[in-house]
């Protein structure tokens, strides 16, 4: 009889099921960045057609996107974060300065960031919400 190993259900476990996958983060880049559109989506992944509908689809059953009006009283469709999906927001940051700093980024991903605020180029750091303390592996 094969043995069959169970993965221990966790919040990671969940959330890399909803996100974890290469297509579904390039899509989320691609919003966060402003797509909305099947096609800008389309062209800003480089996904084949029915891999993007698909993971669209999967974004769209789980809460991360909904799929509306690209403008009032049109009839094409686009994709938009939900509140759920927006919230990716820490994350999908994390990763472009994970990039940054390690000369991964892509071709098409940011070279820096900047903070609206001041205008300067930064790269972000977690604090904790209550004494704003950097929060570190330690």
Known sequence: ???TRKIAISSVTRALNLVGDRWNQLILQEAFRGAAGFEEL???TAAPRNTLSN???GLVANGVMEQRAQREG???KAYYLTEMGKD???W????WSWGIRW???ASNGPTALAHTTCGKAMLPVMVCEHCNG???MH
């Not at 999908?92 to 990763?95: A, D, F, S, T």
């Open 1 to 3: 009889m094969p043995r």
């Open 42 to 44: 389309r062209v800003g």
């Open 55 to 57: 993971r669209l689809r």
């Open 74 to 76: 049109g009839a094409r």
């Open 88 to 90: 990716l927001f820490d």
């Open 92 to 95: 999908i940051l994390l990763v």
């Open 103 to 105: 000369e991964a980024a």
């Open 134 to 136: 950097r929060i570190s």
